[in-house]
């Protein structure tokens, strides 16, 4: 039986993500949008359709070895052996995560998510991206719409080396959502926006830009709780720990299809408004159930946002500065009209697209920032104003300035790995140091 949302009452809950068969008129235009992904469903039409349905590595471990540690050998992990492997959910260029069971109360096992980010000890921006990844897990832990992290460990002795992310297990990603035959009413993309919108407004508010925002990189469960991950990308802002290293903040390859225009078209590149464009695409993608803009490279995307939302005015295009959006937005390049949001969306409510067209508009200065977004009336009815946390300081990416070689890098990780478990374990891993029972180099071999 396919999966669908349920809500309840006021108050949204997907108790039962199958099984669901509420009104979905608001949703009959939705075929159109359907025709041709068909063939591309990533979910199955079962009740066994969790995230956890990729193909499993061979789950048995090898024989624990004297620090406690076992190994295996699909996914190369080398774990403690209070985990169980249960399957592999994801294998990206940047690492591995599996689904696992932590079996410290082996009476209560905990499910869990394991994140490996692989060659950090040889590829310097792998090892520079997991380190902002940390720090920055670290710094967002505790807020609901975040990924929270649970453990740490670093691994080097190869071909199992690696950093180790212990995280709470999602059953879904929302892409796999999107792209599953499951139908949620405007009331649940309501639910999901206003989430998004939450642990966004909490990663701004530390003057901090994620730069990957995705249906892959957002996650949810059962309960439709839904949770922000991959901090790989992001980037601090603020002015405070601002030294000009402009190249080094510029230099980065987001998921194109979710890339504001002013990332294709422009020299400026890391505002705010980056993440609340991509925002908005997966909004237009909660509706539609594919992507709004697929392009197959650079050209192509710009083009794609062109169709939809017209050539830009003049004042725009000369504010990108760039040969590229000279040539591709004047003539004899054809000018676009834009086409209304109803028409592209039909089944979309005014509300929904008045916001929608707030998110998605060439302007950055006109393009709706978090706050604003949150207090646009379509999420009026769902919104708890007091339950809106925002961090009290920025995030303080200092280290970047003093941070250079990839040693100094590999002291930073290990440094921060250290100070997650003393943070996490307090003076049971202080005593444990003491003893020489280094949990992180233990690992070293
Ligand atoms: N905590 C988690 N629970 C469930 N699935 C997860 C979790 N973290 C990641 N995933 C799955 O693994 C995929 C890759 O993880 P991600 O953190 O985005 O790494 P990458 O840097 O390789 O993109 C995600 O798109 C999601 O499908
Ligand atoms: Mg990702």
Redesign the pocket.
């Known amino acids: 039986m396919v999966e669908l949302l349920q809500s309840q009452g006021n108050r949204y809950k997907v108790s039962n993500i199958l099984n669901y068969n509420n009104n979905i008129s608001n949703l009959a235009g939705q075929q159109h949008f359907n025709n041709g992904i068909e063939n591309k469903k990533i979910l199955q039409t079962n009740n066994d359709q969790r995230?956890t349905t990729t193909t499993a590595p061979k789950n048995k471990p090898n024989k624990v070895n004297k620090s406690g540690f076992v190994v295996y050998e699909e996914a190369n992990f080398y774990i403690s052996s209070r985990y169980h492997i249960l399957k592999m959910?994801?294998k990206?260029?940047?690492?591995i995560?599996c689904?696992a069971l932590d079996l410290t109360n082996r009476d209560n096992p905990v499910p869990i998510?394991i994140?490996k980010v692989t060659n950090i000890f040889t590829k310097d921006i792998l090892l520079k991206r997991a380190v902002r990844e940390l720090k920055l897990m670290r710094f967002f832990k505790g807020h609901k719409n975040i990924?929270n992290l649970y453990e740490l460990d670093i691994v080097y002795c190869i071909p199992y080396d690696g950093l180790y992310c212990f995280?709470?297990?999602?059953d879904y990603?929302l892409?796999?959502v999107i792209h599953s035959s499951a139908q949620f009413s405007e009331f649940h993309i309501k639910n999901f926006l206003y989430q998004i919108l939450c642990g966004v407004k909490y990663i701004h508010s530390a003057d901090v830009i994620h730069r990957d925002l995705k249906p892959?990189?957002i996650?949810i469960n059962h309960q439709g709780n839904l949770k922000i991950?991959?901090f790989?990308l992001a980037r601090g802002i603020s002015p405070k720990f601002m030294k000009s290293k402009p190249n080094s903040i510029t230099n980065y390859v987001a998921t194109r299809w979710y890339r504001a225009p002013e990332l294709i078209l422009s020299r400026k590149k890391y505002s705010k408004a980056i993440d609340m464009w991509a925002v908005g695409c997966i909004f237009a993608e909660l509706y539609a159930r594919r992507a709004l803009f697929m392009g197959s490279d650079i050209i192509h995307q710009a083009t794609e946002i062109l169709k939809v939302l017209g050539t830009p005015n003049r004042k725009i295009i000369s504010s990108y500065g760039t040969s590229i959006a000279m040539e591709l937005l004047n003539p004899p390049n054809p000018q676009y009209r834009p086409i209304p949001w109803n028409e592209i969306l039909p089944y979309a409510s005014n509300l929904a697209l008045d916001l929608l067209g707030k998110l998605l508009c060439w302007d950055v200065l006109e393009r709706y920032d978090v706050t604003q977004s949150i207090e646009h009336p379509f999420l009026i009815d769902i919104r708890d104003a007091l339950d809106e946390p925002v961090c009290l300081a920025p995030f303080d990416f200092s280290f970047e300035n003093t941070a250079i070689t990839l040693n100094d890098y590999k002291i930073l990780i290990h440094e921060e790995v250290e100070s997650f478990k003393i943070e996490r374990f307090g003076n049971s891993y202080k005593e444990q140091l003491h003893k020489g029972g280094n949990l992180v180099s233990s690992n070293q071999q």
């Open positions: 995230i959910l994801g990206g260029s940047y690492g995560v689904s998510a994140k990924v995280q709470e297990l999602a990603d892409a796999r892959g990189n996650l991950c991959d790989g």
